[in-house]
């Protein structure tokens, strides 16, 4: 079984966040040469806002970091994948779209209270 980064997704807009995020998660496929590198659950919708999961294979994450070398390494984040949901992030918010990201084992953390 892979290893996954299980990130949350709160965005007002669920089809242009989700076709945002795989077309920015597409792209990083065909750079890195890995294909079936993530997936996109189906959205929950509450408040005015879609909650759903992006869930990257950890390998296709390493491959963006041998790849970017150095330049990888100053993005900010401390750790591997911190510094994957600031490069996602980024990528993203480029386009323009109110979103929200946050990885998913943290929001269950302690430091949120309980879910």
């Not at 065909?30 to 990257?56: K, L, P, Q, R």
């Not at 992030?89 to 998913?104: Q, S």
């Amino acid at each position: 079984m892979q290893e996954r980064l299980n990130i949350n997704v709160s965005a007002i807009d669920y089809d242009k966040t989700s076709s945002a995020i795989k077309s920015t998660l597409t792209l990083l496929e065909e750079m890195v040469h890995y294909e079936d590198g993530f997936i996109i659950t189906d959205s929950e919708f509450a408040f005015g806002w879609h909650f759903y999961v992006v869930c990257v294979n950890r390998d296709l994450i390493e491959k963006l970091s041998d790849q970017m070398g150095s330049d990888f390494e100053r993005i900010k984040g401390k750790g591997l994948e911190k510094k994957f949901l600031t490069w996602l992030t980024k990528k993203v918010k480029d386009k323009n779209l109110k979103i929200k990201l946050v990885i998913k084992e943290e929001m269950e953390s302690s430091k949120y209270g309980i879910f």
